[in-house]
Each structure stands twice: as C-alpha cells, then as structure tokens.
C-alpha cells in the first residue's frame, strides 16, 4: 500500500534458511511491486531469552541505511534482529517508528506466561522463569535483556500498539507514555466477504490458531469433551481447527481416542485463503486464549465477515469482544465456561444473528486504509527530541551466571530520582553511548588482579567511577 502511495520502499528482513549463506537483496514479487527490494540479513537462531542483541545485523543495517538515507524507519518485530537496530536508526538521525506486536519488549516469552502457564503479574520477575540467558560473553541474567530492549525502545519518536491492553503493558513496563500511540493494525477487507449468519439445523465454529498452550487448546480440548458428553447436542454442531503448533499431534490423538473427530477437525495449516473461505461458511469464530493478546486477526476476521464472536476475557480479545453485544466473553482457563458459551449459541442460535448484525456494522471500523492514513500523520509529524527518561547503568559482571551474580542484579532498584533505572551489558552499547553514565562491576573484592582484569575488560579509568550496587544502593549513589 505504501508503494502504491508514493513511497519508496526497502524492506530489511533476518532469514533463518539455509540456503542464505550472505545477506543480499533481492526483488520481491508480492502483490506484483517488483520494484520493491527486500534485504535479507542471515542470522542464527538465538537461544531462548538471547534473542535481544545481535551484533552481527548492526554494521549490515548500518549500510543499509547510509546506502539508501531513509527519512523514516518503520520497525516491527526486532526478534533475533536485536533491539541495537534502533540505536543505529537514531544515531543516523532517521525518525524511527515500532510498532508492537506483543509483549516481546519485557517478556522473553511474549505471551507473559509463567512456565506453569498461570499469568505473570509482574513485569520484574522474569528470572523466575528463565535466571540466566546464553550469549557470547557468558550466561547473563535476563534483567539485562529486558532492560536492554526497553530502553531501545524508549529511543523511537512513536510506538505504535495496536490494542490499548498492550499499550498499558508497556507502559507499565516503563515505557514512555507520551511515545505511544493505539492504532489499529486494520485489516484488508477486499478479500472478506460480508454475510448476516443465520444458522440452520447445524452451527459451524471456526479457531484458526497457534497450537500451543497459550492459545488455550488443553482447555478448549476439555471444552469441546464436555459439548460431546451432552447428547442432547450431538448432530448439530462441528468445531473446525486450523493451525500448526507442537501440540498439534497430541490434539489428533485425543479428538481420535474421544470420538470427537464425530464433530471435530483438525485441518491443520491452512493458507490464507484457503481460510478465508472457510470462514465464509463458518457461523462462529473462536478464540481461548490463556495469555493476554494484542489484537488478534482472527477476531478481526470474523467481524469484517459478519460471524459471531467467543473468545476468553484476556486483553486484547475483551477489546474487540462486547459480552452480549457483538459475542460472548468467558474467564480464561475454564473450560466449563467455554463449553457454556459454545451450547448457548447452539441452543439459541437467534444470539448468533444477533452478533452478525453488530459485527457487520463495525466491519467498516477496522478497514486498513484507515490504519495507513493514520500512519501517514505520524510519518508527516514533526520528530521529538529523543526523551531522557531512563537512567542507564552499564553493567559488567566478574563472573557471570553465578547464583550471586544473577541475585544482585535481580536485586538492583528499579527506579531512583525519579527514572527507571535500566542495566546495559556494557558489550551491547555503543562506544560512546552512556560515558557519563555510572559503571557497576560487582564481585570483585579487592584483590588486586580482579581490579586489573576489570579495568581492561570495561576500561575503568578511576575506581571513583565504579558504583558499589553490591550492598545499599540509593539515589545517593547516583
């Protein structure tokens, strides 16, 4: 849409495949612009939390830059790419714009799920799923992940969250407020054909999804079990999944071993359009979730095309959900809740005409073009000055990934005189970035030799220079 709009576009892309031994650009054949190039950077995939930093992408996105002077650099999911992209764009004096996708920036995770997957209520306690993250210097605690990628974010003249839940999250994260705005990611509406549902003697449900945990398929399995056991109901109605996922062969399994395959079908994948038309002829669209989303397409989907709506009340879903207006809303990870929502438009299939009249009036609400004419007012917007709200510590660790390493970092205050206070491994700034700014080296003592190993891995100049973090740390440090 934006090459159609005038714009000259570069698309700046990591590839994971094999068959990419270097980064090249090369000519893209979507939607016909041949004339638009994708740069494609290689990269590894990073292990499990080390997916914030990578060096190897800045000196490539750096050319890209200085070859091409972009005036505006539209980032969206930086995973494996590093947050350090950002700096890059800034330090180039490019207005740089992210929008997000999920909770990526403070959450290694994305879905701010705990390993137990019960949800995570603060944003600080990370290293209780995950205490250390591998990276070239050593197994590093994650604080210094997540600060890391916050503080890169808080770099960006506009952060754009589709949903207002994420917004929220983020900025409780501590990301700054007057930085973000809620733009819908819109959809395009050409493809989605509009129909009032009025179901006959059968109602069709449709969940396309991830087939994993957080989607809430253990619970949705338990859901469609209890629909199955009510007799009553069989013969009138079918449950259609499409998606692929780790748990996709256990699903096979159980829908087998249970008899559900009477009612249930696991598709799968399936390509777009192939779902689209799907849709077409489903009655009502699904969505468990156990995790909080940003603003799933699927629900978007289905009200562009005039279906029915239930979905768990997590944020992002309750956004597009109104419980007895457009759909119904069940409490997450409760699958007799889901089995109640799913017999009462069975039961009482005048809901669902009901929730197709109000969804086909809100189709027009969620129409992309208006997404891209709101993203030309942020592009056409003067740029801020970059906000000075985080104060960053660099960081170097003596001996990284010890219990006591990990617990006094873990332990470091999160804010003082009034400015989230942010760890920087000092490997992932720039040279010249934070000189100022104060170091901690921890567990050194005082032998002599560890000072001097110090000095030359973080160039301390002047013990004075160094902050005691180890013990008391108050804004008197600072």
């Keep these: 849409m934006m090459c159609t709009e005038g714009w000259d576009v570069r698309v700046f892309a990591g590839d994971l495949s094999e068959e990419l031994q270097a980064s090249k650009t090369i000519?893209?054949?979507?939607?016909?612009?041949?004339?638009?190039?994708?740069i494609r950077t290689r990269f590894h995939r990073p292990k499990v939390g080390g997916d914030a930093y990578n060096k190897d992408t800045i000196p490539h996105f750096a050319t890209v830059l200085r070859e091409f002077k972009p005036t505006i650099v539209h980032f969206h999911h930086l995973w494996g790419l590093g947050a350090g992209l950002l700096d890059v764009a800034t330090r180039a004096g490019t207005k740089a714009i992210?929008?997000?996708?999920?909770?990526?920036?403070?959450?290694?995770?994305s879905t701010l799920l705990r390993n137990d997957f019960s949800p995570c209520l603060d944003f600080t306690e990370c290293h209780k799923c995950l205490r250390t993250f591998r990276s070239p210097d050593g197994a590093l605690p994650i604080r210094l992940r997540n600060d890391y990628v916050m503080s890169r974010l808080n770099l960006a003249d506009t952060v754009i969250a589709p949903s207002w839940g994420l917004a929220d999250d983020y900025i409780q994260a501590g990301l700054s407020q007057d930085r973000i705005t809620v733009v819908s990611s819109g959809i395009d509406l050409v493809g989605i054909a509009p129909r009032l549902r009025d179901p006959g003697d059968v109602v069709h449900f449709l969940c396309p999804a991830h087939l994993g945990e957080h989607k809430g398929f253990r619970e949705l399995l338990a859901a469609l079990t209890l629909l199955f056991n009510d007799r009553s109901l069989r013969g009138r109605w079918t449950f259609w999944i499409a998606g692929s996922g780790h748990l996709e062969g256990f699903l096979r399994s159980k829908i087998v071993e249970s008899g559900l395959n009477r009612h249930?079908?696991?598709?799968?994948?399936?390509?777009?359009?192939?779902?689209?038309?799907?849709l077409a002829v489903s009655d009502v669209v699904v969505l468990p979730s156990i995790c909080a989303e940003n603003q799933p397409r699927s629900l978007l989907e289905g009200i562009a095309s005039g279906a029915a709506l239930v979905a768990s009340r997590v944020k992002g879903s309750a956004e597009l959900v109104q419980n007895g207006g457009n759909g119904i809303l069940y409490e997450p990870s409760d699958p007799a809740a889901l089995a109640d929502a799913l017999r009462q438009l069975i039961v009482s299939k005048g809901l669902i005409r009901t929730f197709s009249q109000a969804n086909l009036s809100l189709r027009a609400r969620y129409d992309e073009r208006q997404t891209a004419?709101?993203?030309?007012?942020?592009?056409?917007?003067?740029?801020?000055?970059?906000?000075?709200?985080?104060?960053?510590?660099?960081?170097?660790i003596a001996a990284p990934g010890t219990k006591l390493a990990v617990s006094k970092v873990e332990q470091?205050?999160?804010?003082?005189?009034?400015?989230?206070?942010?760890?920087?491994?000092?490997?992932?700034?720039?040279?010249?970035?934070?000189v100022s700014a104060p170091i901690w080296v921890f567990r050194l003592g005082w032998r002599p030799w560890r000072w001097l190993a110090a000095y030359r891995r973080y160039k301390i100049m002047h013990v004075s220079k160094t902050l005691d973090l180890t013990n008391n740390w108050t804004s008197k440090n600072i």
């Design 98 to 109: 992210v929008t997000l996708h999920d909770r990526w920036g403070f959450c290694f995770k």
């Design 412 to 434: 470091a205050p999160r804010a003082a005189n009034g400015k989230r206070v942010r760890l920087m491994w000092w490997g992932w700034l720039a040279e010249d970035e934070g």
């Design 373 to 396: 004419s709101r993203l030309a007012e942020i592009y056409a917007a003067p740029p801020r000055a970059t906000p000075a709200t985080d104060l960053l510590v660099r960081c170097g």
């Design 264 to 278: 249930v079908i696991l598709s799968g994948p399936l390509e777009h359009q192939r779902l689209l038309a799907r």
């Design 27 to 38: 000519p893209s054949q979507h939607g016909g612009l041949d004339d638009l190039r994708v």
